[in-house]
């Protein structure tokens, strides 16, 4: 480049006034060109200000929220809220266990009217520990009226004054022990179950119920040393956001933004298309670059780059028209049946977005691999069949591994653009905003989730301009936007590496 | 990879059996490769013949002139079906209308399904529309700053980390964009779901593509031409226009019909900038020169995010979502194809 | 030759448009522009030849926000604007006006193989908010439910919360459809869901309707308000109406509007 512009810069001292015409146009010319590249990098450069300046407003908004939800007593009522629904989801693992017997007797042939004559002391049972709950339940309820009441208020600039929410505790006090005698009265005299594994099942819930039941007088102290006047410090609305493992919006009591079950989601959305989609490329480019025939190689690389111009909204279509359901009919089938989470009722789920993401993938990581290992130089190879190794010895300790980092690179890039990808995951991942329930192993793969894509597509339309919620769906962006900026970057360093090396 | 355990070449020289066991090793492995291969090609394979079958028994008819022109041509309606005297009547909507004139049926027992009449006219319209407006925008920035960024710039480290930065920007999600250009252009600066607003969209989501594939192009071509013609007299410019950007056109039209694909392609980033589920007037059909701008238009992607995510899957459906996504999923393909025939017709004529 | 003839029906389109099209931008709620709406118009414009419509349907909130900002005449809404909306309106000078358009009842829908007979209000309460999450809970065969709702922007999502389930929130385990008629896909090919859609859409393959505390969805019971889940819709407007818009208001709410409105599955006003 230097020694282009010292050739120009000789050609200076001839000037006429014809070449000092030419120079002036040159100069526009060159100012014209200079000028594009300016406003392109000004414009990206704003695309990246005008994210984070929208993003970053939602950390102000959502302390905001923050505040006024321990001002106004809503935390002090989702203290409560945590023992009923702990009492809740007990009730939900007793009928659980019903099933579970309900369902062994039916395998032994019992009858309807058997079973629940059988099952009838469990009933009294479930039923009175259910009953047990209602107090709270409706305390719960009666004070979360009250704290709206108070959340209101308090947004139209009266103070909110906490203290009529607080002198409920003398009742909380004596619900909570009037439960402590129910149930201690219930498992005092528990009822048996004739097949063991319920059995089994039944005496975890016991065991948790008088975890459970320990409990109670921590409850009671942290809603004793409750203060709504201890200050929400700057950083909780950071990690309230990037650590929060709830995602509600619109609610009528509190949202909440946490980004953790939409990046749960993208992840494992990802996880699927790479599993899917890096042994398949790999494979292929491999394939392609040193096994197969040049007819092959000319009908087969076009083809596949030609699955790439697949458009996605074109393929979440397909997810939705045949892929899905034929994953769950799969599944339906008697001889799978031994497979723990089959069948699937959802057929939108993680599984159904990772496989035709998978075909995303395929194409970017099959043409960045195979390029990569179509320039290993032609030396080592020779080498290697000099030395007497065969091909497949060549392939897999001289060609791959000296083309690594291209793979790798490759990959990097896929997941890129899997992780970015909106319309297939929009129509097909399901769009259920929880963290998947990992207890079920590899069956959490086949379950709904929601992905950060996803959420901006379906709820960008909705919000209104400047809210928490416009705002929060930014700072999604913004996540999204890093991620890919790094996952890019290290495709970059490590390709780059991978360079030298190999000279 | 030195210390790889397993048969030493020699080892493979000298007995015959390893060696038949390395042989058959192989073929597992080249076979499973293969395997693999055709396995990527046959599920794309089925997907193409899916949309293709099902969706070419829309447009394609039996009769001249062989192309359904009214899929092609009429805007979408909303569908009846009733049963009629024993027969089965699925009618579109202006159809339907004039056979009520003449006719008595009960509105009770009449069905109907949105967008599955008519065809998708007003959206082939919107998709070029947008298409050319922001590939112009593109190019035309695109280029030139790839122009400046090869033939002009010392390539000083300010360059090379705008460099880095558009390489980086190129795999932002185009969902991030969307939101970008729906902050910017729809709210903040009042231009509304517009065309404007997508051109613009879409245009800044392909141009860090544009600009590295174009530099890439224009690096490619030898130093050599350049000095050549510097040191013959040329000026800095007619150098370029004559002796350089004519070897990096084919790389450059390369990259821009990918982008092509890529602008007509995407859903994400027009779903709040561009995009309408419904609309009647055609973009010519506005009263001020200014109004085109300033119209949101329908747009292909997103009618077949529409009739398959609002419309229910049935026998009446699945005409509208099949035929839009096999006239989409055409387009797109041609233009990638145009893409590949082209970068191998150019790249036989310009060796070096 | 060809070329000035396109030319000339390219400007004559121009001229054309110019004399007479009108345009009424409508946004807002997907049960009302889904079905309901788009057909208002196509009768519409059948009896008022040269008006057009642009009708973007992504729910109840996107149309308050549009009559907000001003970027439609028409705002369909499937709820009433909260008090924070009214309050961003006054705050940019526009007067939110409701106008009754429809009665509408939501109707839970659940697989047409499910043999549950009926549900109580509490006991869709305890569905929806995932206190209960098996069939056999409220007298199903067992089997994990399956809920599905509609997005958050929706009118339904946030009506259904008010009628049904006590402002609680849904639980974590639903799923978020775009539209009504997506949850009765999906609700009519999964045998364990259970989801809610207007009464437009109950007439989706594989599923049914099941009654609340013995009362079916239907005109009857929304207009004697014996059915639990009913609710009216929207048309939000920018104080009163004016144009086109007003006569398309009227068209809706006047006795043709309402046969359609009949027709497509609404209770009328009257």
Redesign the interface.
Known sequence: MSVLTETAGLQAPRAKSAHRKGRALENVIRLFFGGNAFVAVVVLVLITLFLIREGFGFFGGNLQNLRSYRAAGLEYVDIMRTQAEAH?ALS?AL??V??RE??KLAEQGRSLEEMNSALAGFDQFATSFSDAGNNLAGLV?DLGDQAIALKERAATGEPADVAALRSNYPAYEQISAATTVEINALLANPPQLSTPEAQRAFDKVKARMRTSLAEFPAEAQRLREWDPGRPVRWYESITSFLLGK?W??????QDWYGVIPLLAGSVMVSVVALTLAVPFGVASAVYISEIATRPEQNLIKPYIEFIAAIPSVVLGFFGIAVLG?AI?ALSELPILSWVPFFPL????NVFTAGALLALMAVPTIFTLSEDALRNVPRAFKEASYALGANRLQTIARVIVPSSLSGIVSAILLGLGRVIGETMVVLLCA?????IPDFTEGLGAFFQ?V?TMTGIIA??M?????GSIHYRALFMVGLVLFFLTLLINLAAQKISARYRMSIG | MEKGGGASPSSILHSPSSRRRGWLLEKTIFWSFRLATYLVLACATYIFLDIGIKGSSVLFTKSPPFVNLEFLSQAP??LYVFDYEGKKMTLG?REF?EWKTSHEIN??E???V?YSAGGIWPCIVGTALLVIGSMALALFIGVSSAIYLSEYSRNGPAVRLVRTAILNLAGVPSIVFGLFGFGLFVIFFGW??SLLAGWFTLGLMVLPAIITASEESLRAVPQGLREGSLALGATRWQTIRKNVLPYAMPGILTSSILGIARVAGETAPIMFTAA???????P????RFSDFFFQ?VMALPYHIYVVS??????DYTARVQYGAAFVFLLLVMLIALGSILLRTRLRARLQW | MKLTHLALA?AL??VS??AR?E?LVIKGS?TL???LV??LA?QF??QNPGA????????S??GI?AI??G?AQIGMASRRAKPA?IS?ASAKGVNMKPTIVAYDGIAVIVNAANPIKGLTKKQVEQIFTG????W??VGGS???I?IYTR???SGT??DF??LAM????YA????????N??I???VG?????IGYVGLAYI???GTKVVPIDGQLPTVQSVHAKTYPYARPTFYYTNGEPTGLAKKFLDFTIGPVGQ?IV???GFVPIQ
């Open positions: 809740a939900r009928s659980e019903r099933v309900a369902r309820s709830e509600i919006t619109a609610s009528f009591w359901q769950r009722s959802e057929r939108l399901g769009n259920r905003i929880a709904p929601h379906q709820e339309g909705e919000v209104v301009q | 309606e909303t909507d209308r509105d009770a009449v069905t109907s949105a509304n779901v309408y589920a419904t609309r009647d007037t055609m010519w059909q506005v009263s949101g995510s609002k419309i229910p899957q049935n | 390219i389109a121009f448009t110019e099209a345009r997907d522009g889904a079905k788009p057909q196509e414009k059948a057009t419509f642009d009708i973007a349907a992504e729910g909130t996107t926000a907000i900002d970027t909306e961003a206190d209960i999450t098996d056999s809970a067992s089997g994990r399956s997005n958050t922007s999502y946030s919360k008010e006590k402002k609680r929130d974590g385990s639903s799923q978020k459809m775009a539209g008629e997506q009765a896909s999906e090919k999964n045998a364990n869901g007439k989706a393959g046969k009949t027709q497509v």
